[in-house]
């Protein structure tokens, strides 16, 4: 049909025509709008491979994979505090098909220490839902001469900054529960910050590191082999797979708590259709047997709430850590 014929007839039935076609490309934009996902989504994990953060992805990955069709692709990206990965979300598009695993230092400590990273957590990205609770353990390698927290705290106290601890990274859940700890017992050891709990951890089990905080997937092994000591959890209560060592509470020091946490958070503008699925399917994934039995093994706490409430949980951990950044003194690494 020629739309420059001069006919009025012909030309109302030619923008007619165009007007259907239109409507149809509409609909087939929409449909595939609606069909997401229809394509690998790329999941960036802040640290090194090994670490917890990695462990958690692995198992709910499977399980997203399993349920929804399409692949959850696991992408480490270490370094840089976590600012690199999320500065890597920034730039991707809103479309669901690029998510990251947010965690306490991302979310609750990265603000206050990186005020330049050219994105606000708060702002520029959604929060999808909280996955996973996975309590804190301090350890020592097994050849330091201490079995309590008690006799670590009379060992540090004599040998003041001679004695070492590794970290995932600046602002890691292990670094801030390790001068959450520095700072109740007032005992003064050295940071030394890794590019993830993997190649700290390695250092720790070859006795080039004395002290380590983390959570229980990657030290529970480790643990049972003898290899490090376990000689507090950070939880309010003791955990049922390492019922016989104490919290810290119980050595007394009053209120004194840290647990690893991770969830999901997507680009700000993500429609809201996408994240509601998302988390809708998280919600499903965690009560699947696969992920029930691993958090069971870990002593961990399954999430899968709303996006509201993890917004929630988010705005309380980063008032609760507020004050341990400013009296540590933490800074960019």
Same mark, same amino acid.
């Given at each position: 049909?020629?739309?420059?014929?001069?006919?009025?007839?012909?030309?109302?039935?030619?923008?007619?025509?165009?007007?259907?076609?239109?409507?149809?490309?509409?609909?087939?934009?929409?449909?595939?709008?609606?069909?997401?996902?229809?394509?690998?989504?790329?999941?960036?994990?802040?640290?090194?491979?090994?670490?917890?953060?990695?462990?958690?992805?692995?198992?709910?990955?499977?399980?997203?994979?399993?349920?929804?069709?399409?692949?959850?692709?696991?992408?480490?990206?270490?370094?840089?505090? =976590?600012?690199? /990965? &999320?500065?890597? +979300?920034?730039? *991707?598009?809103?479309?669901?098909? $690029?998510? @990251?695993?947010?965690?306490?230092?991302?979310?609750?400590?990265?603000?206050?220490?990186?005020?330049?990273?050219?994105?606000?957590?708060?702002?520029?990205?959604?929060?999808?839902?909280?996955?996973?609770?996975?309590?804190?353990?301090?350890?020592?390698?097994?050849?330091?001469?201490?079995?309590?927290?008690?006799?670590?705290?009379?060992?540090?106290?004599?040998?003041?900054?001679?004695?070492?601890?590794?970290?995932?990274?600046?602002?890691?859940? =292990?670094?801030? /529960? &390790?001068?959450? +700890?520095?700072? *109740?017992?007032?005992?003064?050891? $050295?940071? @030394?910050?890794?590019?993830?709990?993997?190649?700290?951890?390695?250092?720790?089990?070859?006795?080039?590191?004395?002290?380590?905080?983390?959570?229980?997937?990657?030290?529970?092994?480790?643990?049972?082999?003898?290899?490090?000591?376990?000689?507090?959890?950070?939880?309010?209560?003791?955990?049922?797979?390492?019922?016989?060592?104490?919290?810290?509470?119980?050595?007394?020091?009053?209120?004194?708590?840290?647990?690893?946490?991770?969830?999901?958070?997507?680009?700000?503008?993500?429609?809201?259709?996408?994240?509601?699925?998302?988390?809708?399917?998280?919600?499903?994934?965690?009560?699947?047997?696969?992920?029930?039995?691993?958090?069971?093994?870990?002593?961990?706490?399954?999430?899968?709430?709303?996006?509201?409430?993890?917004?929630?949980?988010?705005?309380?951990?980063?008032?609760?850590?507020?004050?341990?950044?400013?009296?540590?003194?933490?800074?960019?690494?």
């Amino acid at each position: 049909m020629n739309p420059n014929d001069s006919s009025p007839i012909q030309r109302r039935d030619y923008l007619k025509w165009m007007g259907a076609a239109g409507l149809a490309a509409t609909g087939v934009s929409g449909h595939a709008q609606s069909a997401w996902p229809n394509k690998p989504i790329r999941w960036i994990i802040p640290f090194a491979p090994g670490g917890t953060s990695s462990i958690v992805a692995r198992g709910i990955a499977a399980q997203l994979t399993k349920q929804m069709g399409v692949s959850f692709v696991i992408d480490n990206k270490g370094g840089g505090g =976590g600012v690199p /990965a &999320m500065q890597e +979300l920034h730039r *991707a598009p809103a479309d669901g098909y $690029t998510i @990251i695993m947010s965690h306490i230092g991302l979310m609750a400590v990265n603000p206050l220490i990186y005020p330049d990273s050219g994105y606000d957590v708060n702002k520029d990205f959604v929060p999808v839902t909280l996955l996973s609770r996975v309590p804190s353990l301090f350890v020592v390698h097994k050849d330091v001469p201490v079995t309590d927290m008690k006799s670590l705290i009379a060992y540090v106290k004599a040998r003041p900054g001679q004695l070492n601890y590794a970290s995932a990274g600046n602002a890691s859940a =292990g670094h801030l /529960a &390790m001068e959450a +700890l520095k700072l *109740a017992t007032g005992m003064f050891v $050295t940071h @030394i910050p890794y590019r993830g709990t993997g190649p700290a951890l390695n250092d720790v089990l070859a006795g080039r590191i004395q002290l380590f905080s983390a959570g229980t997937p990657a030290l529970l092994p480790h643990i049972k082999s003898g290899a490090v000591r376990c000689i507090a959890v950070g939880t309010t209560e003791r955990i049922p797979v390492l019922p016989d060592v104490p919290t810290v509470q119980e050595l007394g020091f009053k209120d004194f708590e840290t647990v690893q946490w991770y969830g999901i958070h997507a680009r700000a503008g993500t429609p809201p259709e996408i994240i509601t699925k998302l988390q809708q399917e998280c919600a499903k994934a965690v009560k699947s047997p696969e992920v029930m039995a691993q958090n069971a093994a870990e002593s961990a706490i399954p999430g899968g709430g709303s996006s509201a409430e993890y917004a929630a949980f988010v705005a309380r951990e980063q008032s609760r850590w507020k004050e341990v950044v400013i009296k540590a003194q933490i800074r960019p690494g």
